[in-house]
């Protein structure tokens, strides 16, 4: 049984009856689907009364049934209409001229042929309606009103996505249905412009089709789709055409070196995935996606704050399918394989139950080798499947079984080397089945800051610590610490280092931070052209930038318990910095990403 399509909807007529007769194949092939947890709807033209009519109990072998082309959806929590009511005033205009209709909680229905004469009275009445053909029927239907829009709603009544959902009809009006579930399904019949814009055709005709689709590879787990439709767009190739990645059921690798943009391209990703509706879950143990909860529908969850249990984080995935990035920076490293050693088993089981998470984003996915034993957090990499994405710039660290289900990879080169730092946008090169191709990253939507927890909270190593002249402030091994140091250095200390662009030499080699470096660098300058008359200033400037760029607040902004003794109230004999070669050496070391 696949994972992943956990609700099958279903048009009625020419799709599960043929002339009028309900397909018993079909509809046993869907109890046997909701007997192993899939959802089965029906999503009808026809009105709730004359449903009931002909096909009495049908409603009960099915989760929601949407009735009225979209307008009406019924679950066992009751019924809800999604638009009032055609106006009256049309109703009596078109029985004046002599059309048979029916109405129903909606709609007004007739015959086809009677459409101009319909269109006519919508027009001369100046009315907001809309006109929708199935094969030989005529609905006039509020706009807005469709079988895609009911399917939603009805969905998300019982919890599941419409990622998690193939949809299958014959008809015009089916068209919506198609487009709104992950997989659009058309029968053998099917008028033509249903089967041109269907991701699946079906040589069998209505009711077989259903239970030909029901019984088939996709709901068995032995099919993938994710249609064209579906790919987001990453970047450009040189000749202009979009370079795609899949929006469900893939594994992806993304690699290189450190610092060239890997947490940037995944961030993307998860722009495009959260931005198609896809709900997504980012491992975070550094804090490099701190910018991504600024989009719709995603929450950040920080370790420094709160942590939940396993349970309730999962939990969170259920809330409107909303997407989570899991901020563990704050967490030694035993505390974070700890914890997501936990996830995999609950993450299949949410899967099983209501599809979501559709993606799981695994940031420095090569620590689940290096961090505890192989059977801590390794099953995370190995248990869930499709729909993973894993980050690092050392694939060889993990597993065989797992570089073997990559199906595909990329390869972050940044950006080329003669452009500035700071200027332009990332390659990288798309690697599939179909060879390797290079293309140019395009730009995020929300703001990318490498490592923001791990810069303004860990420590760094003592080689790529900040080493300030004066003897009365300690090295900084973050941010926060710089920030601070920054505070209390003496105006011949910050001149000092200021002109040497120690500052931003610093940020950019060991933070690898280009973008604050280059706003560092700029404070340094005018401090040099306006010497002492800026010094305040300067301070200032550098503990604005940093604060923006990292939300560090001013660290211990003038706090006399910084200095207790008043020492630094003058401006004592600096001293010399022990073995400067070195520490510059230190300095300039590239940290691993």
């Known amino acids: 049984m696949s994972e992943y399509f956990r609700a099958i909807a279903t048009d009625l007529d020419g799709t599960l009856t043929h002339n009028g007769v309900l397909s018993q194949d079909a509809m046993t092939a869907l109890d046997e689907l909701r007997a192993e947890g899939v959802a089965a709807l029906l999503v009808t033209g026809r009105v709730g009364d004359q449903l009931d009519e002909h096909f009495p109990g049908l409603r009960r072998r099915f989760d929601s049934v949407v009735t009225e082309n979209g307008a009406v959806v019924a679950t066992r929590a009751g019924t809800q209409l999604l638009a009032p009511p055609v106006e009256l005033e049309l109703e009596l205009a078109i029985a004046e001229r002599g059309v048979p209709y029916k109405r129903g909680r909606v709609l007004l229905a007739c015959a086809g042929r009677y459409s101009t004469t319909v269109a006519e009275e919508v027009a001369r009445l100046g009315l907001d309606c809309q006109l929708v053909h199935n094969r030989a029927e005529l609905m006039v239907l509020p706009a807005g009103v469709s079988k895609g829009r009911g399917l939603f709603v009805a969905l998300g009544g019982l919890g599941i996505s419409h990622h998690n959902t193939v949809a299958v009809g014959d008809a015009e009006n089916d068209l919506s249905l198609l487009r709104t579930a992950e997989v659009g399904v058309a029968v053998e019949d099917a008028v033509p412009s249903l089967r041109d814009h269907a991701d699946i055709h079906l040589d069998v005709p209505s009711g077989a089709a259903v239970a030909a689709l029901a019984r088939g590879p996709l709901f068995r787990g032995q099919q993938r789709l994710c249609p064209p439709r579906h790919w987001v767009r990453v970047g450009a190739f040189a000749d202009g055409t979009p370079a795609l990645l899949p929006g469900s059921q893939a594994t992806v690798l993304v690699t290189g070196d450190s610092g060239t943009g890997k947490s940037y391209l995944a961030g993307l990703l998860v722009e495009r995935w959260t931005e198609a509706g896809y709900t997504v879950l980012v491992i975070d143990p550094e804090g490099d996606h701190s910018g991504l909860p600024a989009l719709p ?9 709160h942590l939940p249990s ?4 999962i939990g969170l995935l259920r809330q409107r399918f909303s997407s989570v990035v899991l901020d563990l920076t704050a967490l030694s490293d035993r505390a974070k394989t700890d914890y997501v050693r936990q996830l995999p088993a609950l993450i299949e089981a949410e899967r099983r139950a209501h599809g979501v998470p559709h993606w799981v984003v695994v940031d420095e996915a090569h620590l689940s080798t290096e961090l505890g034993t192989s059977s801590s957090a390794a099953p995370l990499l190995q248990a869930l499947g499709r729909g993973l994405c894993l980050i690092t710039y050392r694939p060889e660290l993990l597993s065989d079984h797992l570089r ?20 332009g946008l990332g390659r ?3 690697t599939d089945t179909t060879g390797s191709r290079k293309f140019t990253v395009e730009p995020r939507r929300t703001e990318h800051v490498r490592h923001l927890r791990k810069y303004t909270d860990a420590q760094l190593p003592e080689g790529r610590r900040f080493f300030f002249r004066s003897a009365a402030a300690p090295p900084a091994g973050n941010l926060a610490d710089f920030e601070r140091a920054l505070n209390r250095v003496p105006h011949e200390t910050l001149n000092f280092h200021a ?3 120690d500052f931003s030499r610093w940020i950019a080699s060991a933070l690898q931070d280009a973008t604050l470096a280059d706003v560092v660098a700029g404070v340094e300058r005018e401090l040099v052209a306006r010497n002492a008359s800026s010094v305040e200033r300067a301070r200032n400037a550098l503990r604005e930038a940093v604060s ?5 607040a001013h660290a211990g902004a003038d706090d006399p318990a910084d200095d207790p003794a008043g020492e630094l109230a003058a401006d004592p004999a600096a001293e010399p910095v022990s073995d400067p070669p070195a520490r510059d050496r230190a300095a300039e070391q590239v940290s691993a990403d």
Not at 548 to 552: D, I, N, S
């Open 297 to 305: 529908g995603v929450m950040r969850v920080d370790a420094r704050l």
């Open 404 to 423: 073997l289900s990559v199906d595909l990879t990329v390869s972050v080169l940044g950006p080329p080397q003669d452009t500035p730092r700071g200027v």
């Open 310 to 313: 396993p349970a309730e984080l």
């Open 499 to 501: 002109a040497r662009g």
């Open 548 to 552: 923006a760029r990292y939300g560090t």
């Open 428 to 430: 990288a090169v798309l």
